[in-house]
């Protein structure tokens, strides 16, 4: 069975505070993803790697940075959590074949005070 | 970036009644996916869409690629209390790897 982890499912962390959000994918695939899901918002592409130590910027990547050192983990950084990086994250990868759509984990509900 | 028009925001309906929501794009598509996500969990992909005009079903579920490439539409026919949760379209353009995702459609259902 096939299977993205994020390492929590919560996290509290303070205002200032350097965050880590890992992600792990058993699939073998080529791209990840790091998106943000707020109410009313849907998901937003933060960042976008396409092979190891690739990264691309998605919409939203202020604040944010990512890192790919291994092909089945992509990792997201806050440098220096803020209270409206509260939110939900969510990891997904998918293969670089076109017709395999992004496979998503189980998100990270971060709350920053 | 862009995102993609989905409506309804949210529908509260009975058991039993169906269900259509739809979602709409400024631009092409050669890609259309529909997601479910339960509460708490992350999207599960429930159908996905290559070709203009093609109609595919899962179970109760049934979706188009519209004719323009623009649209898409998702049916869920005979709804029942495990059908809660939020559905996302989701959109690709040709040669990209990224989904575009729309912003959801709540949905509740009355037993």
């Known amino acids: 069975d096939v299977k993205v982890t994020q390492s929590s499912r919560y996290l509290v962390k303070r205002t200032g505070e350097k965050v880590f959000l890992e992600c792990v994918q058993d699939?073998?695939?080529?791209?990840m993803f790091w998106y943000r899901q707020d109410p009313g918002l849907g998901l937003r592409l933060i960042y976008f790697s396409y092979d190891v130590k690739m990264k691309e910027k998605g919409d939203i990547p202020e604040g944010y940075s990512v890192s790919r050192e291994k092909k089945e983990r992509f990792s997201l950084i806050l440098e220096s959590a803020s209270t409206n990086q509260t939110s939900m994250y969510l990891c997904?990868?998918?293969?670089?074949?076109?017709?395999?759509?992004?496979?998503f984990g189980q998100g990270t509900r971060l709350t920053v005070v | 970036g862009q995102q993609l028009n989905q409506s309804p925001q949210s529908m509260f309906i009975q058991e039993g009644e169906d269900v259509s929501m739809n979602c709409t794009s400024s631009s092409i598509f050669n890609t259309w996916l529909w997601y479910k996500q339960d509460p708490g969990e992350g999207p599960v992909l429930l159908i996905a869409l290559y070709k203009a005009g093609e109609l595919t079903s899962n179970g109760r579920l049934t979706a188009q690629f519209g004719i323009t490439r623009k649209d898409s539409f998702l049916n869920i026919s005979a709804s029942i209390p495990s059908d809660v949760g939020i559905y996302f379209c989701?959109?690709?353009?040709?040669?990209?790897?990224?989904?575009?995702f729309g912003r959801g459609t709540s949905l509740i259902v009355h037993p």
């Open positions: 699939m073998d695939h080529e791209n």
């Open positions: 989701a959109g690709r353009s040709g040669g990209s790897y990224i989904p575009t």
């Open positions: 997904a990868s998918s293969n670089r074949e076109m017709n395999t759509e992004a496979f």
